[in-house]
């Protein structure tokens, strides 16, 4: 079975940091593009980075860009897609989803080749 893991989630203070691993089960990372995008309680989802193949990054959410909080990384040889937060706030509450298709758009999709289950992120004043 083909399927996306993701963990590192938990609950934790503001200020504070975490660090979400995104893996593959019964395939490899490859030539993917690979996503990640939160849900936070009672919103729609939300596009944060994407880091294309050979490292180049997509800052999806222009919040992550201008406070450079958030950090994607890849390493292709362990086929681990990692996302680093920093300085979590009480709003970066949400289901934290991985994502990996050819081609990724930059906004959530229903039609995602690859998709996990989530791991959730608390984040608590």
């Known amino acids: 079975e083909e399927r996306l893991v993701e963990s590192g989630g938990g609950s934790v203070q503001a200020g504070e940091s975490l660090r979400l691993s995104c893996t593959t089960s019964?395939?490899?990372?490859?030539?993917?593009?690979v996503g990640w995008y939160r849900q936070p309680p009672g919103k729609e989802c939300e596009p944060i980075l994407t880091i294309k193949p050979y490292g180049r990054i997509y800052y999806e959410d222009r919040r992550v860009a201008l406070t450079g909080r958030f950090a994607i990384s890849r390493d292709n040889a362990a086929n681990m897609v990692y996302l680093t937060m920093n300085n979590l706030q009480p709003e970066d509450t949400a289901v934290y989803i991985c994502?990996?298709?050819?081609?990724?758009?930059?906004?959530?999709?229903?039609?995602?080749?690859?998709r996990g289950q989530g791991t959730q992120v608390r984040v608590s004043s």
């Open positions: 019964g395939f490899t990372f490859g030539a993917l593009e």
């Open positions: 994502a990996a298709d050819s081609t990724l758009y930059g906004w959530c999709s229903s039609s995602w080749r690859y």
